[in-house]
């Protein structure tokens, strides 16, 4: 592959020159640039960014762990996070951490070598500490690390009051949360705050059944449904759903049983991600988190800390959530 | 952050035996080795992989250019292929070409400037001339480029056959396949080879009619039959379609226009992608694409490239599928 020494061999001119033009830097006349472009044209010449990375200490990669890049939600988080960061020059590593923490912690060592500008945190099965001797810039999706670190999140406790009120609103006297796991001091817990204050506020009867994170997929809810909550459901009138696999799970097993949706029994999902949007039947009532918004917010968090904009300021951001009306309210 | 200098001095080694000690190369006595290691726990030292990136010329990055990394299939096929490549110590940086040659140029460009060590290339709008001046491993997904490159696939002509088949032996007499794109060279196409041919083979009507590649989506399915295959729709009995998400627009369609699925039409799609198996109403009838299997092989190709296991032969690999029976046939 040609250098940069052929390169001002067959333009004619120094080293010097087609590094200034490269970089873009000093007064070069149009002409030598002309002649420069041509040369590497003619030589398919692409300069050697990885030289360039470890001259400026700058990889233009950003790490992003994720539990699953296969699950609806992420896949599309991950797909706006590309788009917005290919825009400012940077690119995207993935890394799926199953939910296990040995994972989680040997990746962010991994990227940490790999000196990566930056990491994209959407996985949260460690402990705070793990995170304090971390150098570079993380930025967290739905989860307060420390206040070295901004954290992106949906506005969760609105979301658990949206879907609550809304459930409260149609007549459910006798509700039933569906949590994800609450032993993480994660942001998404905020839903099920929500919604034990708003059932308390209206002085709905109510209880809460904690999911794992081991798992996202629709077999794991589906047993989930089958061993913790089939033989209480007829107690309830209206359940909320952390997520909208889990309320489409539900939806089947209800209907299954001879249960009918919405008449006896109101289900409330949340995401909104391209299944349930494609999903036809039902429509799921469900709380929309813009994954949209989401990753570009992500993507300029980490690449304002990354170009040191925002020097002496760590912003949060807090997306707005907005219910959707489907067929099971 | 504390460098390969700092370690050797707290260590009180030399710098060349700390390097051993990384490299893993060279005699280290034991208790000089526990020395080193402990120096560089102490210090949180993490030797920079990009510096022994370039000193090596390998990245240990590899390129992933797909369509769209929210679709399920390809989305599946990303989560799998990092999978196996994590396995082998590489990242895997994920592109989004969105279907336009553009973007697909830019990012072989792109990619090539940061000495990935190979692509995976799965998006496919460039002619096969924009490959010539590549200079490193590329392995293709369902598509021949020339024989410097190997592809992956899965048997699509026998993915059309056992479809067509099927359709044929349920007694359909009348079949329409809706296709991708027939105008690129892909292997996809054979599937619609495949179905002609069987057709001709036993006498059965056929006619076909070509999707786009700029829009994997649901909402284009749902125009592209109201638009070009709700009038004709009555004259088939049975209909192979080319990927999951139109064959459960179409089903919705017929259902919706008092069509009944299977005993008056009979639909077969094409993936069996998360979508599909979350999918409970209906299931689809449909040909399973091992996203697993494609991920393994497509990961295995491009490091033996790199590593230069396979320096004479070029491994095409050609990956069997098989019929899900559902409720739509």
Redesign the interface.
Known sequence: ?ANIKDVAERAGVSVTTVSRVLNNRGYIGKETRKKVEEAMAEM?Y??????R??QKSQ???LGMIVP???H?FF??L??YV??YA?EKNY??????SLDQPEKEARYL??L????VDGIIMCSHTLDVDAYK?V?FPIVTFDRIISNQFPYVACDNFRGGELATEHLIELGCKSLLHISGPLKLDLLANRRADAFKLSCMKHNVHYEVIEGSNDNLT?EYFNNLIKNKISENLPKYDGVFCSND?VA?ALY?FATENGIKVPEQLKIVGYDYH??T?????PKLTTISQPTNRLGKVLSSTIINMIENKDKDTINNTVVDVKLIKGQTT
């Open positions: 592959m398919n692409s300069p050697n960014q990885i030289a990375a470890l990889s233009y990669i699953d890049s296969n609806p896949s599309e991950i797909k590309e788009m290919n690119k995207i590593l993935i890394c799926n060592n991994m940490s070598e790999n000196r001797q150098s629709f696999i489409y089947l391209s299944f949007r494609m999903l036809q039947t």
